[in-house]
């Protein structure tokens, strides 16, 4: 067993997060289900996909917990809510999740910022990072759903024409972020 470098209230504050993290992939799980049900399988498997993304960052908590010398607890996960009514309501509802799930995690910041625990505050950075790509991933979603359907008259086509661009060849790839 290592030396405790962390300390308890952060110890805590890191386990709850790890918690939150299992009921967002809860959350998908169950929206995953019920996209399937309603013969979504496109956005079910989106959903399938992301609820191991979260299942990924509730480990990657863990692992820091007890690398740092803590000890994770495994708690009880909260029941998901009802189901979404719609599509809409759907993409709307994840990306609530995510948006109160990115104020939780800056709490996180902010109490590593005000222990001086330079490390956990650098660990905290990449989920800084990921909840900037996963709102602005669902916010994506949300406008293609929109010229799908809301936006149909007088833009009959543009959801189809986007995908279509998406698929256009070109030589040069979109410059991206180096991935860590
Ligand atoms: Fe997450
Ligand atoms: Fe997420």
Known sequence: MSTKRIS?????ALNDQMTREAFQAQVYLSYASWAEVNSFSGIANFLYKHMNEEREHMFKILKYINDRGG??????????PEN??????????????????????????????????????????????????????????????????????????????????????????IPREEKL
Not at 8 to 12: G, H, L, P
Request: glycine share 2%.
């Open 8 to 12: 308890d209230a952060m110890e805590k």
């Open 71 to 80: 000890e994770t607890k495994i708690e009880a996960i909260g029941a998901p």
């Open 84 to 173: 979404p009514s719609d599509i809409k309501d759907c993409l709307e509802k994840i990306l609530q999740h995510e948006v109160d799930n990115s104020a939780e995690i800056d709490k996180l910041v902010n109490q590593a910022h005000e222990e001086k625990d330079w490390a956990t505050f650098s660990f905290t950075q990449w989920f800084v990072k990921e909840q900037i790509e996963e709102e602005s991933l669902i916010n994506g979603l949300l406008d293609k759903y929109t010229l799908a359907s809301e936006q149909k008259e007088g833009n009959a086509n543009y959801y189809e024409l986007d995908k279509d661009l998406n698929k256009a060849p070109q030589s040069a790839e």
